[in-house]
């Protein structure tokens, strides 16, 4: 029988006090075919004073590496987490329109501030992938969506670690020349960084991916997700760490608007579907990299800067291999060794002011008040805080995070952090 992944917007009453554990309990009881489920995203999209909006992603007749990935883990740890200089979180969602972050890498000069301030940077391909361009600190972590909130939630901890052998996971539906371009990426990138790059494979069947738009954040729909599922664990039984995903997407009409620096990223939202799918059945990090199917003629000079690393090569290739070097590896059975992180050891997790509703940011908020919310970065989503019957820290810029040291020693130019962000003019 085919794997089905399906998503839904689920409804359920604004509880007086918040409880990660009661409110996943409540969208199970509003539809209990999830049930028979396994839930592979589940976020909160839309807030008011009387209710909640769930968007949930599951896959049918599967089940994952996660026993229950969304139930909080339970555990009453005995340690506080440690001291500011040890590891910071900075998560900002994809495909939701996030003023910084939102676009093609343009959070990496964020990562890389936090990182020099911090013992370990964890974060997720979003942040940082440009494409081409890389740039990423060597004490980052990570860490795509799935296994970020299963971190998050107590179910596993990581062992950071730079010996991954990388596997490359290719649609059947990119054709044989575009194929043959891809692959003299892997081995230019091989050469490059002296990364482990073991083997590739490709689906039996042609992927067929849509991107949609649902309420404003972007989704979709993928056809053979079970030749997905089939590849990616033939990947893992040859010994790969860390997954690449190389899929073919078309390039929609409401790709024009993101480009010039408005608007959601109309792909976002399916990628992470992608990864999420592969992360949850592997247990391996896994991060997309999209061969956008287009005819289109681009106009180069009304392209945004926050945009632009999408548009000056054929590839996204590169990024997501030089992120996969620093995927840790995870580990579902905690054995307390000083090496291996746990939720507790998470000083503070930086998201944007309304896209915090992930239920692993919400179960780290109640059970340390580690969660920090930057009001200068806003998304498409119709979720207020104040909705929300807990306390999270609130903070106006990331900047206020940032020590003045950090940002004179970093040699990064504070430019970048406006918005709109000007092009460079010519004199």
Known sequence: MQKIVTEQVIEIDNPASFQSKTIFESLIKQDKKLENKYIIKCNLVKSTRSKLFFHLVYLGNIEGIIKEPFVPSGLKL???PRSSKDI???????GVGAKFGGYAGDANPLARLFAKQSKYLLTHPNVVNGAVLTDIPDNLIYLEGFLLDQFLLGKVSLSPTKNNKIGVLFDKGIIDKRLEYEINVLNATKTFYGCEITTWTSTTKPLKIKPTLNDGFSSGSIENIESLIESALHLKSTGVTTIAICCAIPDLELNKEYST??????????????SRTVSAITGLVSAHAPVLVSEENIDYKDISPISASEYIAQTFLPSVISGLRFAPQIKRQARNQKSEIRNNNISKIIVPYNAFGSLGVLYS??????????????????????????????INSYKNLIAAQTISESGIDMDVFKRPMEQIKQC
């Not at 908020?365 to 820290?393: A, Q, R, S």
């Open 365 to 394: 908020n109640e059970l340390f008040k580690n969660v920090v919310l930057v009001n200068e970065n806003k998304t498409c989503l119709n979720v207020n805080p104040e909705h929300i019957n807990t306390t999270i820290n609130k």
């Open 78 to 80: 005995k340690h506080a």
């Open 261 to 274: 620096g408005l608007g959601v990223d109309p792909i976002g939202g399916i990628e992470s579907i992608i």
């Open 88 to 94: 910071s979180c900075l998560i900002i969602p994809t």
